[in-house]
Structures are given as C-alpha cells and as structure tokens.
C-alpha cells in the first residue's frame, strides 16, 4: 500500500551501516564494517557490511540483503513494516492508501498480537490523564521522582481499578478478545474477561527496534495479597529470557559508549537514564539468561553489573557473572552502599558524581568475587579451599587462552596461592568439562541412531560445475556493465592438416561476452536458483546498461535477493578445495576481468568436454563400427581439452 515513490527514496536515503548499527556493533575492516551475527550465538564476527555496495551477508547464518531486508529479517517485520521504520528514521513522509477493513482482517497473528500492544501501550499512558491515573498512577511516578519528559519517554501508564476497563475499551476500538488474550493483556474464564494488569502502572517492555512485546506491572496497594511485579505471560512476541527492558532507549549510548550497565529492575533503569546515564538496560527482575547476553553482545562486550549491596543482589551478581565470562564478554561488577540500589542512588546523586561512583567502584570480577568470598571464609580453611574453586570454576568458563591466564596470574597474588596449583586446578576443571561434553554428544548421537563422530562420512566434494556457474553470476553482478579487451583464439582444421589457432583481440561488454559464449556453446545453467537468476541479470543490463544492486534485489524474490548478498558478499570466502583444484583452475578477482572472466567460460568448457567424454565412453557397444566411431569422437575431445589445457597454463 506504499508508494513506489516513497519506497525509492527510502532506498535513496537508507545507509546500511547506520540502519544495521542500530542493532548491531559495527567497527571498520578494510572498506567494509564487521560484527558480531544478530542470528546466531559467535564469539568471532562474521557479519560483514559492505557501504560500498549497500549490503550485508552474515556468514554464520547465510542471510544476507539490504539495509530493508535486514529489518525484516532482524524485526520479523513485513516489506512495508520495514520501509516505514526506515522511512521514519530518515525523516522521510510515507505516502500510502488506508487499508481495507478485509486487509486487516488479513493481517497474520504475530502481527496481530503487536498491533494489539501497541494500543494498549498507548491507553495505558492516556490513563493517566484521568482523574484516578493521575491521583494513583501519576502520583508514584511523580514520588519516584521521574520527570513528565520521562514518563512520557519511556511510556510508563496505568490501569484502572476495574475489572474490565482495558479489555472492554479495545474491544470496542476494534481489537479481537482472541489477541487480547494471547497476548495476556486479557484473562478469559468461561464467559467472563477481566484485566490481568488491574490496578497497576505499566512499564512497557520493547525490542530493540521500539516495538512493544509486553508489560511490567507494579501494585500500588500494599494491603493485596498479590505480586509487587507481574510481567505478561510468554507469547508469540514475548519471551522474558530473551528480552532486555530499556534496550530500545539504551542502545546507542551502548554502541557508543562501547559499555552496558545492567541492572535488576525498571525503575533502575528510568532513575539512571533520567540521570544522564544512558546505556542502561534491565533483566526485568529475572535471572540472566544467556539469550539477553547475546542480545547485549551485539552492541557491545564490555558489561557492568550494577546490583544491590544487600545480600540477595550479591548473589544475583555471581550468579549472573559465570554466564557473562562463557560469553567471552568482560565483565566488572559494581555494588551501592548498604541500604542504596541504583534507583535511590541515582535519585540523590548528580550524573557527575554516579559517573564518578560508577568507574571507582566497578571492579572486574576476581576481585569482586574473592572479596566477597572471603568475608565468608576467614578463619575456615576448607571454606577457603571451596572459594578458590569457586573462583577457578569461574575462570574455566572464559574461552580466550590468554584471558584465562591473565585472570589465574591474577587471582593467585589475591588469593595468596601458588600459580601452579590455580593452573592444576583448571586443567583439570577443562578437562572434566570436556569430557563431559563428549559424553553428552555420545549420549545424543546415541540416542538419535547416529554413528561415532569419527564413523561419519567424508564432506560432500565441491560440485565443479555451480562453482562455475556462481562465478558467473557473481561476474555478471560485480562486472557486467564493464568493457574489456579479450584475448580469443579460434580453432580451425584444414582438410588432412593440424590445427590452426588463429588469434584476435575483441573489445565487448562483460554482459555481451557472456551471453554470446554461453549461447554459442549452448551451455545451460543446471543450479534452478542460477538458472532462474541469469536471465534477470541479463535482461536488467540490456534494458539499462548497469545493474544496481540496491535496486535490483528489490524487483527480486526473497531467495533470489538473499542469493545476489551472498555471491557479492562471498567473493572471498568461496574458494575451492585443493582437491578440486587439481581438476578446475579460476584466476582469483585480482587477476584482470578478461582473465577472470576467460578461465571462467574455458573451464566451463573443459567441464562440458569431460561430462561429453564419460558419456560417450558409458555408450561403448560390442558393435565395432559403432566402438570405433565413438572412440574418434573421443580422440577429438580429448584433444579440445588439451587444447583447452594449454590455454589455461596448466600442464594436463
């Protein structure tokens, strides 16, 4: 329902590494930017963005496209879901025509379940405009101390006393009971609906790119036998484990500052945030979980954990520390004075002085850990032993060698203990870990009817003939426009006499030399994606000379548009193995593009020729004139390849 003139100037204005580095950290390589995939869990960056081409290929996960199809890859959003995020990001006016009400009755669940947040996200704020949000909801808020900028930044709302207030109002805006209740916002039992938030204020929970997944939800009368917190029931766009309260405002401040403050809840994070410290995020009350780390580690690897001095948030903080480290994250922890948590201290501290706190009271997590452990085992030897283990444990969870060193050098002048018995100690520590592992593997193969990891087959060999192809294709994508000189030799056989080669050189467009060759050889692409691919390309360069890419991946499917990434992407990492290497040879991209190009089409060539040659041989008959007719026809293949073979430099 978007115009095509808003969809060109979204793709005029969009820049992929700033719509990408919203989400992810990007630090430069060479002419292109790398980072951490935000598909899977990696500890080394694989996640290329190149700004020259405007595209981005993550090698871990194999997707890869635009800076659009990013966001819909990333967001789960739909082509126009995407194209306004990015259009209101740059400022840009979506023109568009009101959807049908058939349209939105087509609107899948997912989508459903966020439209339906959306709404309530927004009543809740409203509510507190009326005479009981603003003598209940908006009095607490005020007594925290938050600012109106802050409310209404981060959103913050309330629902009603009543049993029914949010549901009967979205119901009568339009939004389905089904989607209320899944996505918890309603409770329904037999014939009768009430709200599960009644009586609280709201914090509004977003993902990173500012939709709203879900609600905290804090009661103001203490008299009820009910939680303090309540948080919306796992669905289809919630999952706790997986989300981070105040990523969506922290971001940015994270990517910069290249530093997370986590903290335990969600006044933590406004009372900072409104202090001036901004990248700040929230576990939401719930222990850490790995999914959240992940989630912190695609803008930053550097992680502060701010927890309270009481007993409870210590231990909170080593529960969580343990994860952080196996992360390969770096993590310092800092804990408030007796009777503080980040909330309070914030609210009576200037941003200087919790600036000041904060950087001379964080501490890495050795010191943290053997500090706090050894208040509990003075005087007790075995207590001690247990703590060293504790601390080691710890240490085994890091994955770099050399941090793992550093830390257990460290360690031993803290702990007043011997180098040797530290690095004893975690040997062993790995080296059960390991072993356990590999049992568990076994177990798994075991149960599944696998075989032994060393039983398992050889990899597949590289399939000579798409390697070609996608050479092609990747020629065509990078090149196709250009004009190049091609050295071309043309073989003729006098009647009774040798071959003769005569030589020439022929200027032609990189498009033209290959569809003149491929068409002269009738040579036909045997990959469906290639083959449904190469005539697009083809048509798009007679048509307008050039391909851009940007423009191109649009008019293209899915499949076809994450294909095009992965060959311009991939030009490095797609290299034959040295087997193959034996049998098929292609100049690499530094060698000229006639040449490239050339070794190209000649394998090609020698691959029809051998493909020709077996074919021929596997109809040899008992028939001796019909033998000796397919044995000449070999003999002339068979000196085309040589030929072929000289050609390309290679002794055959």
């Given at each position: ?48 963005v ?24 990333h967001?789960?959003?739909?082509f ?22 058939e349209?939105?009755q087509?609107q ?33 808020f005020?007594?925290r101390?938050?600012?109106e ?18 549901t ?27 709200d ?7 914090f ?13 939800g ?10 303090k ?10 999952d ?44 939401s ?10 989630l ?14 009481d ?6 903080a ?25 909330d ?37 030897p ?10 080691v ?12 060193e ?16 530290l ?16 049992k568990?593997?076994k177990?798994?193969?075991?149960s ?19 390697v070609?192809e ?11 426009e ?34 003149v ?31 851009d890419v ?27 193995s ?5 049998q ?25 020729i ?5 074919s ?8 001796e ?7 000449s ?17 290679r002794?055959v």
């Amino acid at each position: 329902m978007i115009s095509r003139t808003t969809v060109d100037a979204v793709f005029d204005a969009a820049r992929v590494e700033e719509v990408i580095g919203d989400f992810v950290q990007l630090k430069k390589s060479g002419s292109n930017f790398k980072g951490l995939s935000p598909f899977t869990d990696e500890r080394s960056p694989s996640f290329m963005v190149s700004p020259v081409k405007q595209i981005w290929k993550d090698f871990s996960s194999g997707k890869g496209g635009n800076a659009v199809t990013f966001i819909m890859e990333h967001e789960h959003f739909t082509f126009p879901e995407a194209i306004k995020y990015i259009a209101k990001k740059y400022g840009i006016e979506v023109e568009e025509t009101e959807q049908s009400d058939e349209q939105k009755q087509m609107q899948d669940e997912k989508e459903s379940m966020f439209l339906v947040s959306k709404f309530a996200a927004e009543w809740f704020a409203g509510q507190l405009k009326t005479d009981e949000g603003r003598s209940i909801g908006y009095s607490y808020f005020k007594e925290r101390g938050f600012t109106e900028e802050t409310i209404n930044y981060f959103q913050l709302g309330y629902s009603p006393e009543q049993w029914s207030a949010f549901t009967d109002a979205a119901i009568k805006a339009g939004y389905k009971l089904e989607f209320l209740e899944k996505t918890g916002l309603t409770i329904v039992k037999d014939d009768k609906q009430f709200d599960r938030f009644k009586g609280r204020v709201m914090f509004p929970i977003r993902s990173m790119s500012g939709r709203v997944l879900g609600f905290g939800g804090r009661i103001l009368n203490s008299e009820k036998k009910a939680a303090k917190y309540l948080n919306s029931p796992q669905s289809e766009i919630y999952d706790k484990s997986k989300v981070l309260y105040g990523i969506y405002e922290a971001k940015q401040e994270m990517a910069k500052e290249d530093l997370c403050y986590l903290v335990e809840g969600y006044t933590d994070v406004i009372q900072l945030y409104q202090a001036g410290i901004q990248n700040v995020v929230s576990s939401s009350g719930t222990a850490l979980t790995t999914e959240q780390i992940r989630l912190i580690s695609r803008l930053t690897k550097n992680i502060t954990v701010l927890y309270d001095g009481d007993a409870a948030g210590l231990r909170a903080a080593i529960r969580g520390i343990d994860l952080i480290l196996e992360a390969g994250m770096n993590v310092r922890v800092c804990t408030f004075p007796e009777g503080e948590d980040p909330d309070s201290f914030a609210k009576s501290h200037t941003e200087s002085e919790i600036k000041e706190f904060l950087k001379d009271n964080a501490v890495d997590f050795i010191r943290f850990k053997s500090g706090l452990l050894k208040k509990e085992a003075v005087g007790d030897p075995i207590k001690k032993a247990g703590m060293i283990r504790e601390i080691v444990q710890s240490i085994a969870k890091i994955p770099d060698d050399i941090s793992r060193e550093i830390y257990v050098r460290e360690s031993a002048a803290i702990l007043e203990i011997g180098e040797d018995v530290l690095f004893s100690t975690l040997a062993q520590m790995r080296s059960s870990e390991i072993t356990e592992v590999r049992k568990k593997q076994k177990r798994e193969q075991e149960s599944q009817g696998m075989q032994k990891v060393a039983d398992a087959p050889a990899t597949k060999a590289v399939d000579r003939r798409e390697v070609l192809e996608r050479n092609i294709i990747r020629i065509l994508l990078l090149y196709g426009e250009r004009e190049e000189v091609f050295d071309e030799e043309y073989l003729q056989e006098p009647d009774g006499g040798d071959l003769v080669v005569e030589k020439k050189k022929d200027t032609m467009l990189v498009y033209e030399k290959v569809y003149v060759d491929l068409q002269n050889d009738e040579i036909e692409f045997s990959n469906d994606s290639f083959k449904k691919l190469y005539p697009k390309l083809i048509d798009v360069l007679l048509l307008q000379g050039r391909i851009d890419v940007n423009t191109v991946m649009t008019e293209l499917s899915d499949e076809e548009a994450q294909l095009v990434a992965d060959l311009i992407m991939d030009e490095d990492r797609y290299q034959l193995s040295r087997w193959d290497e034996r049998q098929i040879f292609v100049k690499q991209k530094e060698d000229t593009v006639a040449t490239y190009l050339m070794d190209t089409i000649l394998n090609f060539r020698r691959l029809m020729i051998d493909t020709k040659i077996q074919s021929m041989m596997a109809q040899m008959t008992d028939d001796e004139v019909e033998r000796l007719e397919i044995m000449s026809q070999i003999k002339d293949n068979l000196v085309l390849h040589r030929y072929l073979g000289k050609r390309l430099n290679r002794v055959v």
